[in-house]
């Protein structure tokens, strides 16, 4: 079951009104909903595409002038204000242009990407029932203050070695899952450089990534509530820790699937029993584009 009222509260918050800034989702999952609904959210992100597109119209035009202002004057004088204004203002054309694109239906790899602090469709048990909510990758665990995003931005990952440490409050109690067809991973590269691995099963099903969920609510009532979550890692599989990163994403078996949303607080032991017997697809890596 999609759980919509989530999905609308994303997108236009608890009063009835536009959240301040329009909230980061996949646009694969935007572009999903609308060809097929529900129309009441399908709506909320048309609103949210027109006013961003006046935006970005406004951004382009700006940035364009920057970039001829900067030009013009390189050709007077050698000046690194002129040569930064070229050359951030044709990044961020490229960027205003390419989000544009995606507005329009321009398909891309990026469409599907899940970066921390982007919402994206976890799978939850609740009065019984399987539910889809719509979740931001980042977990602020209920009752901290909204700093944690700040002072732990690393909490889109839970490490197993931690669970009944810093995510005790949700260990035993909110579990999810997240579909996925592949993950990322930043490695030092042989020139010792930064580059970033794709990591996919070869066997080509889909991952169902074991995760920690958080309702997080504001005690002074000021800021909405918010629904997140962190994936929990492991050990690294071996061929993941041959490229030189440390962790690996636990993707447990579909058999597991329901003894997993609906944990039992009093048995930690069986939850472990299901991360020693998770899936070992046989992860094969490439550069990301």
């Avoid at 002074?220 to 979550?229: I, N, Q, V, Y």
């Amino acid at each position: 079951i999609m759980d919509i009222e989530t999905y609308v509260k994303t997108y236009w918050g608890d009063d009835g009104r536009p959240v301040g800034r329009r909230p980061k989702v996949p646009r694969a999952a935007e572009r999903d909903i609308l060809d097929h609904g529900p129309p009441e959210v399908a709506e909320l992100i048309r609103q949210w595409d027109a006013t961003e597109v006046d935006d970005l119209t406004r951004e382009l035009f700006n940035q364009r002038k920057r970039v001829a202002d900067g030009e013009r004057a390189l050709q007077s004088k050698a000046t690194k204000k002129a040569a930064e204004d070229v050359r951030i203002g044709t990044n961020k054309v490229k960027a205003a242009r390419r989000r544009l694109d995606a507005i329009a239906g321009k398909a891309s790899e990026q469409d599907h990407r899940i970066y921390p602090g982007v919402y994206c469709p976890v799978l939850v048990i609740e009065d019984g029932k399987r539910q889809v909510k719509l979740m931001r990758y980042q977990c602020r665990p209920a009752g901290k203050p909204s700093v944690y995003d700040r002072k732990y931005p690393g909490t889109y990952n839970a490490r197993r070695d931690n669970l009944e440490g810093f995510w005790k409050g949700q260990f035993g109690y909110s579990h999810g899952i997240m579909v996925a067809d592949r993950f990322y991973e930043n490695v030092e590269g042989p020139d010792g450089a930064n580059q970033v691995l794709e990591f996919e099963p070869r066997t080509g099903e889909p991952m169902l990534v074991a995760c920690l969920w958080s309702h997080w609510t504001d005690p002074t009532g000021k800021e909405p509530d918010l629904l997140s979550f962190a994936a929990i890692t492991d050990e690294p599989e071996p061929e993941v820790a041959a490229t030189g990163h440390d962790r690996t994403i636990i993707n447990i078996k579909p058999e597991h699937l329901d003894a997993w949303l609906q944990p039992d607080p009093g048995d930690l032991a069986a939850l472990y029993a299901i991360f020693d017997d998770k899936r070992h697809p046989f992860y094969e890596h490439r550069l990301a584009a």
